[in-house]
């Protein structure tokens, strides 16, 4: 592994004041359960590949085989309850792996990277849901993640409308909802609001798009966004 974020990384981290460098050919996408991530995952995966570029396109908790199986700790883990630093910390111990494992070495080969989900998650379920302190997570983020993406898809919808799509996914493809899935609604409106916070702090980087529209009209909306974002990356590496 090198480059700059890598050695930063392995060096023990940023220093605690300097911002996350935030890489542009990164994109992450959020929102909550049956927002329509996958969906737009696919899409955004389309628009990229018709460019001809390299495109990795992974998921968390997971995107190497270890982080999947803290994934499966995190979601099946049988009778025993995780505490909510249990859940930080696993959650943590899987982005770290896939950082190194899976999201750097393709950035560094010149590969574009799309996760479903990366660390406004945390924000938004171990901070916002659990209730834990964002000032933790940042640290955990500095310490151990030590980038952001460059652009960041917030796919908004109400906590009932993300219900009914789940519901109806999980009827077709014959699933269970997962633990987290399992939640009550007032957990999930604390992780809509989170999730709505981190754009409003940082916009340019976390753009939320209106998930509650049809899907082709949310991938058209997260296609022209990216477009847009590559146009703008382009035009200040010329500069
Ligand atoms: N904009 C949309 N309108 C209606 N249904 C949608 C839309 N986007 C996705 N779906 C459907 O809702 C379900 C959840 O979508 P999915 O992409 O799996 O969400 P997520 O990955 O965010 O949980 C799937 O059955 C999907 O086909
Ligand atoms: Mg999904």
Redesign the pocket.
């Known amino acids: 592994m090198t480059g700059p974020v890598a050695a930063d990384i392995a060096a023990g981290g940023l220093s605690a004041d300097a911002p996350l460098p935030r890489h542009p050919r990164f994109v992450s ?1 959020e ?11 696919n899409a955004l995966r389309e628009a990229l590949q018709q460019t001809g570029a390299e495109v990795v396109s992974t998921r968390e908790p997971g995107g190497t085989p270890l982080a999947e199986q803290i994934r499966e700790l995190l979601l099946h883990p049988g009778d025993e309850k995780p505490s909510a630093e249990t859940e930080l910390l696993l959650m943590f111990a899987a982005r770290a792996q896939h950082v190194r494992g899976t999201i750097l070495p393709a950035l560094e080969r010149g590969a574009w990277v799309i996760s ?1 989900r990366f660390t406004d998650s945390s924000y938004a379920y171990q901070g916002g849901g659990r209730g834990l302190d964002p000032a933790f997570v940042a640290e955990l983020e500095r310490r151990v993640v030590g980038l952001r993406p460059g652009l960041t898809l917030l ?1 908004d ?1 109400g906590v009932a409308q ?1 219900r009914e ?2 519901r ?2 999980d009827l ?1 493809f014959g699933q269970t909802p997962d633990r987290i899935e399992r939640e009550r609604d007032d957990f999930f409106e604390q992780v809509r609001r989170a999730f709505l916070a981190r754009a409003r702090a940082e916009p340019e980087r976390v753009r939320v798009v209106d ?9 058209d909306d997260a296609v022209a966004i990216l477009r847009l974002f590559m146009a703008r990356s382009a035009a200040e590496q010329a500069s």
């Open positions: 996408l929102g909550g359960e049956g927002a329509g991530k996958t969906t737009v995952l479903d796919l919808l993300g799509r789940t109806g996914r077709v998930a509650s529209q049809p899907a082709q009209a949310v991938a």
